[in-house]
């Protein structure tokens, strides 16, 4: 199988809190994972790569310091929202693929709502 | 740069009819992946087919059926006597790089596929 656990699923926070979203392969490794972003009856917004070990590369207008990424292992990446904004509320999802397989295997995404 | 097209919205059928989702896509390489992908009402994207630009031939899985033509530049997706459950969010997807685990997908727009009881 190819199991990407994200968590959490669903998160109400104040403005100016940070949140953190988790993002786990459950049963293969990940050197890379991917972070989107979907608005309602919208495609998804690729936001940024994450590879193990390194820096993540983010999209152009994508604000790396509010934005911030971490794939410490070849299991784990978490995406931390800083100092939360309304304007943040959005469905993110997570993806992992596979060493050498270019496949990506998504989470099941977290909704966040910012008050 | 490469660019994937979902025309159509929204598609509404009634159960047991067959429906076609297109896709049209765009890039200037030569060697590419495209895929599918279902997302349901819970969110979660799921992993539906990949097919590389060398491979034409057409796939059946169940009632899943793809047709890729280079000639056009489409991969069609087909479901045979749809169910309600086959109700989701469809995405085509396109990857340019070949067999390496980082490469980026550009998605299309969606297309939601309603099937009515």
């Known amino acids: 199988g190819a199991v990407v656990s994200q968590h959490p699923s669903w998160v109400i926070c104040k403005s100016g809190t940070s949140v953190k979203i988790e993002c786990r392969s459950l049963?293969?490794?990940?050197?890379?994972m991917f972070w989107y972003r979907q608005f309602p009856k919208q495609s998804l917004m690729l936001m940024a790569t994450s590879n193990e070990g390194s820096k993540a590369t983010y999209e152009q207008g994508v604000e790396k310091d509010k934005f911030l990424i971490n794939h410490a292992s070849l299991t784990l990446s978490t995406l931390t929202v800083t100092s939360a904004h309304p304007e943040d509320s959005s469905f993110y999802i997570c993806?992992?693929?596979?060493?050498?397989?270019?496949?990506?295997?998504f989470g099941a995404g977290t909704r966040l709502s910012v008050l | 740069a490469q660019k994937v097209t979902q025309a159509q919205t929204e598609i509404s059928v009634v159960e047991k009819e067959d429906v076609t989702l297109d896709c049209v896509y765009e890039?200037?390489?030569?060697?590419?992946?495209l895929f599918w992908y279902k997302q349901p009402p819970s969110g979660e994207l799921v992993f539906l087919i990949r097919r590389n630009s060398f491979d034409e031939q057409n796939e059946i899985s169940g009632r899943y059926s793809w047709n890729f033509q280079k000639s056009t530049s489409s991969f069609n997706f087909t479901i045979t006597a749809s169910q309600v459950v086959d109700s989701a969010v469809y995405f085509c997807a396109l990857s340019e790089r070949w067999e390496t685990s980082g490469s980026r997908l550009t998605f299309g727009e969606g297309t939601q596929l309603t099937v009515n009881p």
């Open positions: 890039t200037r390489d030569t060697t590419y992946y």
């Open positions: 049963d293969f490794q990940a050197t890379t």
């Open positions: 993806s992992a693929s596979k060493v050498a397989k270019n496949i990506q295997y």
